[in-house]
């Protein structure tokens, strides 16, 4: 009788028996799929209980999710500009103007605005990984 062989997934940690796919996050487990995967992540998160598991993000994966509707104002985030804090996504520096507030002073602003009309605060994208 032969063991079966065990594998962690790296993205979301699950612990199953040798496949090609998580079962658990469905991430492919095959070497260029990881590669891929790993340039990804990024230290943005959206707060969502079902993938607590998940790593984080990359400000232009954040952005784009933004951007798409996926993330609303009073969405939980974190990242660098919250000092990895949660925050509710109306307050986040860099992705706020993004859902069309001020992280400042909750100015309703354009998405394409560099900076706030009312109090002059920079919106700036937080690329750094």
């Known amino acids: 009788m032969s063991k079966q062989r065990i594998v962690i997934c790296p993205i979301c940690g699950d612990a199953q028996n040798e496949t090609s796919i998580c ?13 891929i995967a790993e340039g990804t992540i990024g230290p943005w998160w959206v707060r969502e209980d079902d ?40 307050y986040v520096p860099g992705i706020a103007h993004l859902l069309e507030r001020c992280h400042q002073c909750g ?7 560099r900076s706030c009309p009312k109090c002059n605060a920079s919106f700036l994208a937080y690329r750094d990984r």
Do not use: N
């Open 23 to 35: 079962v658990r996050c469905g991430t492919s487990l095959e070497k260029d799929s990881l590669l």
């Open 51 to 90: 993938k607590s598991f998940h790593p984080g993000m990359t400000y232009d994966h954040l952005a784009d999710l933004a951007r798409k509707g996926k993330i609303q104002r009073h969405s939980l985030l974190r990242g660098p500009t919250t000092r990895q804090l949660w925050t509710v996504a109306r």
């Open 107 to 113: 100015e309703h602003v354009r998405i394409k605005e």
